[in-house]
């Protein structure tokens, strides 16, 4: 396993389109985070998953979004009737439940709403 | 609300030379992780140096090491003899506490050049 992966890397989609995006975490990690990066900017937290269970969602997470993790392994997000303001890239990272906790993040997905 | 502050946008060293990034942050916690991560252009976060708020030692990592400063909620990130492989942006992020989300806030970055 050589970390975590994301599919799409890049996505181009017209407004009002819906979006999946997939995140498969390090095997081994039963944490999962979304975080979404605009330009200029560091990632921003989303949502989380311990396991199969999403335990927080930032107020950045409009009832547009939604993300699951159903079997605890990998993650999607998706966004329903994307906006331009939607354009960013999302993040995913994965870690470990232990007190050190550090995140493994993937490549991203560039999302470009036009 | 805890925040991460990264006060320079952009900053260039020689080939060779020393670099300090600064971050500093604000937190009501007295137990915390942070952490300083590297984004090359177009490629993942990749961690670079993580220090315990409990640990008064000031965590090494090879050619990168930091200065934290509890009292001052200071973290500043030193590269010494800086290659350029070091070009990347570079973010301090802040985790929450063992019992919250470990969710991390992270700064806005600072853009390091480094010059042949």
């Known amino acids: 396993d050589t970390g975590v992966s994301q599919n799409p890397r890049h996505k181009i989609t017209k407004r009002g389109q819906n979006v999946t995006f997939r995140c498969d975490p390090i095997?081994?990690?039963?944490?999962l985070y979304w975080y979404r990066q605009t330009l200029g900017q560091g990632p921003e937290f989303l949502t989380y998953f311990q396991n199969e269970a999403q335990l927080e969602k930032s107020r950045l997470l409009s009832d547009r979004f939604s993300a699951e993790r159903p079997k605890g392994s990998f993650s999607t997000l998706e966004i329903q009737r994307t906006e331009q303001g939607d354009s960013a890239m999302y993040l995913c990272?994965?870690?470990?439940?232990?007190?050190?906790?550090?995140?493994?993040f993937g490549p991203g997905t560039r999302l470009t709403v036009l | 609300a805890q925040t991460v502050t990264q006060s320079q946008p952009e900053m260039s060293v020689q080939e060779a030379e020393t670099v300090t990034l600064s971050c500093t942050y604000d937190t009501s916690e007295s137990d915390y992780y942070l952490f300083w991560y590297k984004q090359p252009p177009s490629r993942q976060m990749i961690l670079v140096i993580r220090q315990e708020a409990y640990k008064q030692q000031n965590a090494t990592e090879n050619r990168f090491s930091v200065n934290f400063q509890k009292a001052a909620k200071s973290f500043s990130l030193k590269i010494s003899d800086s290659q350029l492989g070091d070009a990347a942006m570079y973010f301090c992020a802040y985790r929450f506490p063992t019992s919250g989300t470990y969710k991390y806030i992270f700064g806005t970055g600072t853009r390091l050049k480094v010059l042949a």
């Open positions: 990272a994965s870690s470990l439940l232990a007190a050190t906790d550090t995140q493994y």
């Open positions: 095997s081994e990690h039963n944490r």
